[in-house]
């Protein structure tokens, strides 16, 4: 694989006290011809994360033709899991409903955070989502007893799949968190069946954290983008038959830092789409989205 960057989309600057900061973890949606909202994660004065989006035209995509003015998802009630932040995670649309997964922050004590998985759904295409529920709808577990983070969906056929990040530890250093991705299953998008089936391991013991993976299906392979870190973020490549055991192929990924600019130290939490026959990947660079997010086409799939 062979990506082309298309630069610099949008970096929030102060635009609302909602959104002080960073645009982390973008999932692009069709809306008509060739204009796409792009949601993702921002951040305010205390750091909280919530749900924003641009809209743009793939033909322009340095132009922005609209910005939200209202978060289409915000920290949750204090004392709820997502009280802390919410942050975009994918969106799935069966008919005009859309699921929106969704990863709930709540601070620690002993440890930094504890994330969970919510579900916002929207019953027509319009931007409005509400709650599934205030709780969690995949919380801490006999299997992820640890915390868990950004989940990828898919409907495929009569099954629901999920792929998503899952400690395995704490310890005293971040570099102990362990924190890789596992796989889940479900007859309807609520009720999750979870075994801790690890679907992509670490390849080295420098690496200690992966998150955000995006799964595309195609005839006779799923195609996995994810990200992974040792000392920084890159993003990674795996391929399976089956979308439960998976090979991992980074060194095809065909994307990397730039030498110099707002991707020059980190590339991380891609998105990858289809559009009119090209291949599309909206992902992050340098601070973990504070500098804002790229667009890439794909230029040779070999």
């Given at each position: 694989m062979?990506?082309r960057?298309l630069?610099?989309?949008?970096c929030?600057?102060?635009?609302?006290?909602?959104?002080?900061?960073?645009?982390?973890n973008?999932?692009?949606?069709h809306?008509?011809?060739?204009l796409?909202?792009i949601?993702?994660?921002?951040?305010d004065a205390?750091?909280?994360s919530?749900?924003g989006?641009v809209?743009?035209n793939?033909n322009?995509?340095?132009k922005?033709?609209?910005?939200?003015?209202?978060?289409?998802?915000?920290?949750?009630?204090?004392g709820t899991?997502d009280?802390s932040?919410?942050?975009m995670?994918?969106l799935?649309t069966?008919g005009?409903?859309r699921y929106?997964?969704?990863?709930?922050w709540?601070l620690?004590?002993?440890?930094?955070?504890?994330n969970?998985i919510?579900l916002?759904i929207?019953?027509?295409?319009s931007i409005a989502?509400?709650?599934?529920?205030?709780?969690?709808l995949?919380?801490?577990?006999?299997v992820d007893?640890f915390s868990?983070?950004?989940?990828?969906v898919?409907?495929?056929?009569?099954?629901?799949?999920?792929?998503?990040g899952s400690n395995?530890k704490w310890?005293?250093?971040?570099?102990d968190?362990?924190h890789?991705l596992?796989y889940?299953?479900s007859?309807d998008?609520?009720?999750?069946?979870?075994e801790g089936?690890i679907?992509?391991?670490?390849?080295?013991d420098?690496?200690?954290?992966m998150?955000?993976p995006c799964?595309?299906?195609?005839?006779g392979?799923?195609?996995?983008?994810y990200?992974?870190r040792?000392?920084s973020?890159?993003i990674?490549y795996?391929?399976?038959?089956?979308?439960?055991?998976?090979t991992?192929?980074?060194e095809?990924?065909g994307?990397?830092v730039?030498?110099?600019?707002?991707?020059?130290e980190t590339?991380e939490y891609?998105?990858?789409?289809?559009?009119?026959?090209?291949?599309y990947?909206v992902?992050?660079?340098?601070?973990?989205?504070?500098?804002?997010?790229?667009l890439?086409?794909?230029?040779?799939?070999?």
């Amino acid at each position: 694989m062979k990506w082309r960057k298309l630069g610099l989309i949008f970096c929030p600057n102060n635009q609302y006290e909602w959104m002080i900061s960073h645009a982390a973890n973008a999932v692009a949606e069709h809306l008509e011809e060739d204009l796409y909202r792009i949601y993702f994660s921002c951040r305010d004065a205390q750091n909280r994360s919530s749900i924003g989006y641009v809209v743009i035209n793939l033909n322009e995509p340095d132009k922005i033709l609209e910005i939200a003015k209202q978060p289409i998802l915000s920290p949750g009630e204090l004392g709820t899991f997502d009280d802390s932040g919410a942050s975009m995670g994918c969106l799935v649309t069966v008919g005009e409903k859309r699921y929106l997964y969704y990863l709930g922050w709540n601070l620690g004590v002993t440890v930094p955070w504890r994330n969970s998985i919510g579900l916002a759904i929207s019953p027509t295409s319009s931007i409005a989502f509400e709650r599934f529920s205030q709780a969690p709808l995949l919380d801490r577990h006999a299997v992820d007893p640890f915390s868990i983070s950004y989940p990828w969906v898919i409907k495929d056929g009569d099954l629901w799949r999920m792929w998503y990040g899952s400690n395995l530890k704490w310890g005293t250093e971040q570099t102990d968190m362990a924190h890789l991705l596992k796989y889940a299953e479900s007859p309807d998008g609520v009720n999750w069946h979870r075994e801790g089936r690890i679907a992509i391991p670490f390849k080295s013991d420098d690496e200690y954290a992966m998150s955000k993976p995006c799964v595309i299906k195609e005839p006779g392979l799923y195609r996995m983008w994810y990200s992974y870190r040792g000392k920084s973020y890159r993003i990674g490549y795996a391929e399976s038959e089956d979308g439960v055991n998976w090979t991992r192929l980074d060194e095809q990924v065909g994307i990397t830092v730039s030498d110099s600019g707002w991707d020059s130290e980190t590339v991380e939490y891609p998105n990858v789409f289809d559009h009119k026959g090209d291949r599309y990947m909206v992902y992050n660079g340098n601070a973990y989205g504070k500098t804002g997010m790229g667009l890439a086409v794909l230029e040779s799939n070999t």
